[in-house]
T-cell receptor, first 114, second 112 residues
Framework: DQQVKQNSPSLSVQEGRISILNCDYT??????FLWYKKYPAEGPTFLIS?????DKNEDGRFTVFLNKSAKHLSLHIVPSQPGDSAVYFC?????????????FGTGTRLTVIP | NAGVTQTPKFQVLKTGQSMTLQCAQD?????MSWYRQDPGMGLRLIHY???????DQGEVPNGYNVSRSTTEDFPLRLLSAAPSQTSVYFC???????????FGSGTRLTVV
């Protein structure tokens, strides 16, 4: 049972435009969310995170929005660049227990067209 | 600063063979984890460790063993390889529970 879902396997965006990647989760115990970027033949790279006490976190061109009532988060990339082309994974965890499970979505492949 | 180093990068095993995937980090991170990535499944946690001498199971631990005798090393042992263990394996480390994990570049394992 997938607790973190990324329902769009792929997304294509023109260079300079906004990329919006979406993620939904089902476990109400999740209180910390992360986005990772992955290039082929490399490990995932941490991009940005957000705690459930916030609804927005920004880092340069990357902004993550969290809607707790909808159990939904999104990653906005503005402006999109060709180097952003990669697979993006959403991940979630609970910090309220001793468990260290980080649950990942299935990923969205972003292609930024020059 | 090497980060997280995984060896080997590629491995082919026959069903029933055993092997150890190596993982080492040089960042003095307390938290280390092993994930496997399968098509359409995302990354799933196999085992994790919150410090030397402490390990616990993740989502998909069956068929795998781990130990953590030092802060730096976190090897993953496949006891008797099965075709269902064909996957890409990632090791990751973190200084604490809320920091983003640093991942290794992965080991692509094929069991025939």
């Amino acid at each position: 049972d997938q607790q973190v879902k990324q329902n769009s396997p792929s997304l294509s965006v023109q260079e300079g435009r906004i990329s919006i990647l979406n993620c939904d989760y089902t476990n109400s115990m999740f209180d910390y969310f992360l986005w990772y970027k992955k290039y082929p033949a490399e490990g995932p790279t941490f991009l940005i995170s957000i705690s459930s006490i916030k609804d927005k976190n920004e880092d340069g061109r990357f902004t993550v929005f969290l809607n707790k009532s909808a159990k939904h988060l999104s990653l906005h990339i503005v402006p999109s660049q060709p180097g952003d082309s990669a697979v993006y994974f959403c991940a979630a965890r609970t910090t309220q227990t001793g468990a260290n499970n980080l649950f990942f979505g299935t990923g969205t492949r972003l292609t930024v067209i020059p | 600063n090497a980060g997280v180093t995984q060896t080997p990068k590629f491995q082919v095993l026959k069903t029933g063979q055993s092997m150890t995937l190596q993982c080492a980090q040089d960042m003095n991170h307390e938290y280390m984890s092993w994930y496997r990535q399968d098509p359409g499944m995302g990354l799933r946690l196999i085992h994790y460790s919150v410090g030397a001498g402490i390990t616990d199971q993740g989502e998909v631990p069956n068929g795998y063993n781990v130990s953590r005798s030092t802060t730096e090393d976190f090897p993953l042992r496949l006891l008797s390889a099965a075709p269902s263990q064909t996957s890409v394996y990632f090791c990751a480390s973190s200084p604490d529970r809320v920091a983003g994990y640093t991942f290794g570049s992965g080991t692509r394992l094929t069991v025939v």
